[in-house]
């Protein structure tokens, strides 16, 4: 089993930046990414990384965030600058571990708004 614990979402201005963590246990995770889900809306997703470091970025985030990880500490990150309204959503972290299996987090809530 992979357990993951997010952090880092709260309340945030227009335009205003917040840094969301999840940390990986028990395994070893090959591909991590952040997903969110606002409300009445299905999950998409945001950004993954795989353990080599290759980023995908969903295209309404792609030059705002930034995905990025250490595997020595089983942690991904996701940098979030310029933020919108829209991105108001609960943010989960997945991963898979070695036999390709996907794990996800709790959640965090990012709301943005003034």
């Known amino acids: 089993q992979v357990q993951l614990v997010e952090s880092g979402g709260g309340l945030v201005q227009p335009g205003g930046s917040l840094r969301l963590s999840c940390a990986a246990s028990g395994k070893m995770v090959s591909d991590m990414g952040w997903y969110r889900q606002a409300p009445g809306k299905e999950r998409e997703l945001v950004a993954t990384?795989?353990?080599?470091?290759?980023?995908t970025y969903a295209d309404s985030v792609k030059d705002r965030f930034t995905i990025s990880r250490d595997n020595a500490k089983n942690t991904v990150y996701l940098q979030m600058n310029s933020l919108k309204p829209e991105d108001t959503a609960v943010y989960y972290c997945k991963a898979y571990d070695i036999l390709i299996r996907p794990f996800w987090g709790q959640g965090t809530q990012v709301t943005v708004s003034s």
């Open positions: 990384v795989t353990r080599g470091g290759r980023t």
